[in-house]
């Protein structure tokens, strides 16, 4: 029997002094808090796929976590914070209107901070555009050049091209307060957008595009931005009346308060998630050219160890090397 009990503290000894990456196995042994299902929200640009995909290879792989991802759009996602059907949004673009529901008025949800990153929304065009028609970046010409932009769609009127019709756009109000002979027409989607743009600028066909940055494809084909009326606190509160430019976003991260009260550790990663574009657009790039989110994601986790320790600090995955 002694035998048997020497041998046993010595494996439990040699279990503590390892120090290699935590295993979901041994989660039990560290007395952790279990983590449980975590609910999701995936919404449909890959800058944020590329938050989520880091996130829950952490989730998954550090703290156990049953990671359930919900394709849903942004609006809907909010809603699931009352329902109990979604516990975090990763990367949230301003929606002051669902804030003052959600969280000032309901309280079933809350900020867990920013991302780090900061959002731009905007209408654009491709370089070769900007360098033929040097003053089509100021709006005020926009009309000058609305024929160029004429579509099958448009019905007579300069195209302007959105993306999925769940993004937050103002685009209608202002080309109708701004005056402009153009049209919205929508495109359906962020690869849809980032097709039209590849192909404008290779063929040297006019767009007018509803865009945004972080987005990796600014690299690749660095559209120019239109000059729109500045942005000013309030020129958006009418909805129906804006005539000014989008503001600058902090893209923040939403979570319930009941995932926020919890105690769980997934929390406590998404609380502490905060990078730069550059990092966002290094993984979403990854997944673009093909690799599986879980692929981009271990490809950015084993190159930035660091960045990764404070992310984990406090819940718990900290404390096992």
Known sequence: MKRIAIAAVAALALLMSGCGATKVSDLQSRALKPCGNFNLA?????????NAAVITYLAENE????????????????QGMSTDTVDAIVENWGHDDLRELYIDKLKVAQSAGSTGIEGVIGWYVPPWMAEQYPDIKDWRNLNKYANLFKTSESGGKGQLLDGDPAYVTND????????????VVQGGSETALISSIRQAQEQRKPLLAYFYSPQWLLSEVPMVKIDLPPYTDGCDADAAKIACDYPAYDLDKIVSTKFAD????????????????????????????GMSDDEAAKKFIDAHPELVAKWLAGTGADKAA
């Open 262 to 289: 919890s105690g769980s550790p997934a929390y406590t990663l998404v609380k502490n998630f905060k990078w730069t574009a550059e990092d966002q657009n290094s993984v979403a790039r990854s997944i673009a050219d």
């Open 63 to 78: 703290l156990g976590c049953t990671v359930k991802q919900k394709h849903i759009a942004e609006q809907v996602a909010w």
């Open 42 to 50: 995936i919404n449909s640009w890959v800058g944020y796929e590329a």
């Open 172 to 183: 209608d109000a202002l080309v109708d307060n701004l005056k402009l002979d153009y049209k």
